[in-house]
């Protein structure tokens, strides 16, 4: 069992930058892999990004790349998303998400996902 509780969110300008945490209890999350979602208003929930147990490997959603990097600290057990230049179409509530996935492929996938967070809002003004 792994419980995940966000935390880092809030109200941001345009331009600026916000650092996510995701701290996890249980014995499992260094070997899970990590992913972050977000859900906007009326949307489906996307993937954002993600990061092997190790840290080794990494993805992205095509349109953070170079604005966000995800990170995790297994000594800790914490994954954190750092997020810059911030625009006002990131305005979600962004969701973290740990499972077994091993295949890059499957990072995407919400289904893949054994545990969740309950989110934590973040809100970019124009």
């Known amino acids: 069992q792994v419980q995940l509780v966000e935390s880092g969110g809030g109200l941001v300008q345009a331009g600026g930058s916000l650092?996510?945490?995701?701290?996890?209890?249980?014995?499992?999350?260094?070997?899970?892999?990590?992913?972050?979602?977000?859900?906007?208003?009326?949307?489906?929930?996307?993937?954002?990004?993600?990061?092997?147990?190790?840290?080794?490997?990494?993805?992205?959603?095509?349109?953070?790349?170079?604005?966000?990097?995800?990170?995790?600290?297994?000594?800790?057990?914490?994954?954190?998303?750092?997020?810059?230049?911030?625009k006002p179409e990131d305005t979600a509530v962004y969701y973290c998400a740990a499972g077994p996935l091993s295949l890059p492929r499957l990072w995407p996938r919400t289904y893949e996902y054994d545990y969740w967070g309950q989110g934590t809002q973040v809100t970019v003004s124009s």
């Not at 892999?33 to 208003?41: D, S, Y």
């Not at 147990?53 to 349109?63: A, R």
């Not at 000594?75 to 810059?84: F, S, W």
């Open 19 to 86: 650092r996510l945490s995701c701290a996890a209890s249980g014995r499992t999350f260094s070997s899970s892999t990590m992913g972050w979602f977000r859900q906007a208003p009326g949307k489906e929930r996307e993937f954002v990004a993600a990061i092997s147990w190790s840290g080794g490997n990494t993805g992205y959603l095509d349109s953070v790349k170079g604005r966000f990097t995800i990170s995790r600290d297994n000594a800790k057990n914490t994954v954190y998303l750092q997020m810059n230049s911030l």
